[in-house]
């Protein structure tokens, strides 16, 4: 029984679609090398997968010339006016600029953790190693932010608690400065005090009397008044009386 007839639409499975693309794309150049071979017929066949890889074949030894054959018997008149080194070095520049673009494609896509499946072994090694280098050094890139931040922070705390020192002795002064302040005008006031008091009671003498009231004359009475009267002259107080 053979086999049912295939319908050529895209295969949607991602993994079904790359094998597919790799046994077709192997018969393929498989086919153009016998085309070349049983009819000596000139092949250049290129291919690009869907990651924007290149396959080709040429059946000379340069693809160049068989490139510049077609651009003759395609554009004819137009392409005859460009010189055929011009061609080659553009073409040059472009391949190995294409060839640059598709490694850092390939590159960006394998650090990403994609399409590793093609690498061998010591390719995976060197992209681990790639890796752990790359992941060293975002590590000692924060680590070092880090330490800025925390040397600008003590900086900070620093020139704070020098600010609150500076602020503290102010303070202190005038606290000290105040009570000197108000035990100085406490100490006028007990002075000023201490002195009217004495003054008052060095104007004022008790008089020494019978407080019994004599009417006419009483010799007794008349010598204590006596007396008392000496004693405040030799005192240097005269009575408010004899006044």
Same mark, same amino acid.
């Given at each position: 029984?053979?086999?049912?007839?295939?319908?050529?639409?895209?295969?949607?499975?991602?993994?079904?679609?790359?094998?597919?693309?790799?046994?077709?794309?192997?018969?393929?150049?498989?086919?153009?090398?016998?085309?070349?071979?049983?009819?000596?017929?000139?092949?250049?066949?290129?291919?690009?997968?869907?990651?924007?890889?290149?396959?080709?074949?040429?059946?000379?030894?340069?693809?160049?010339?068989? =490139?510049? !054959?077609? #651009?003759?018997?395609?554009? %004819?008149?137009?392409?005859?006016?460009?010189?055929? &080194? *011009? /061609? $080659?070095?553009?073409?040059?520049?472009?391949?190995?600029?294409?060839?640059?673009?598709?490694? =850092?494609? !390939?590159? #960006?896509?394998?650090?990403? %953790?994609?399409?590793?499946?093609?690498?061998?072994? &010591? *390719? /995976? $090694?060197?992209?681990?190693?790639?890796?752990?280098?790359?992941?060293?050094?975002?590590?000692?890139?924060?680590?070092?932010?880090?330490?800025?931040?925390?040397?600008?922070?003590?900086?900070?705390?620093?020139?704070?608690? $020098?600010?609150?020192?500076?602020?503290?002795?102010?303070?202190?002064?005038?606290?000290?400065?105040?009570?000197?302040?108000?035990?100085?005008?406490?100490?006028?006031?007990?002075?000023?005090?201490?002195?009217?008091?004495?003054?008052?009671?060095?104007?004022?003498?008790?008089?020494?009397?019978?407080?019994?009231?004599?009417?006419?004359?009483?010799?007794?009475?008349?010598?204590?008044?006596?007396?008392?009267?000496?004693?405040?002259?030799?005192?240097?107080?005269?009575?408010?009386?004899?006044?």
């Amino acid at each position: 029984m053979g086999r049912g007839r295939v319908e050529l639409k895209r295969i949607e499975n991602k993994i079904n679609r790359q094998v597919t693309f790799a046994k077709r794309r192997n018969g393929l150049l498989k086919k153009a090398y016998e085309l070349s071979v049983l009819c000596d017929a000139e092949v250049a066949l290129i291919i690009f997968s869907t990651r924007g890889k290149l396959y080709e074949f040429c059946s000379t030894d340069s693809m160049l010339k068989t =490139l510049d !054959r077609y #651009q003759k018997c395609s554009y %004819g008149a137009v392409e005859i006016s460009k010189p055929a &080194k *011009e /061609l $080659e070095s553009s073409y040059r520049e472009y391949l190995k600029l294409k060839t640059r673009y598709e490694a =850092l494609q !390939r590159t #960006q896509r394998n650090l990403l %953790g994609e399409d590793l499946g093609p690498l061998n072994s &010591k *390719e /995976l $090694e060197q992209l681990e190693r790639q890796l752990d280098s790359s992941l060293k050094h975002v590590r000692s890139i924060k680590t070092q932010y880090m330490l800025d931040q925390l040397s600008d922070l003590q900086n900070k705390e620093q020139m704070l608690m $020098e600010a609150n020192r500076a602020l503290s002795i102010k303070l202190d002064e005038i606290s000290t400065r105040n009570q000197f302040q108000a035990s100085w005008e406490a100490g006028e006031q007990s002075v000023s005090f201490s002195n009217q008091q004495t003054q008052s009671q060095g104007l004022f003498q008790p008089l020494e009397c019978n407080p019994t009231l004599q009417i006419g004359y009483n010799p007794v009475a008349s010598d204590q008044i006596a007396a008392t009267t000496h004693a405040q002259q030799v005192n240097g107080f005269i009575p408010g009386w004899m006044l």
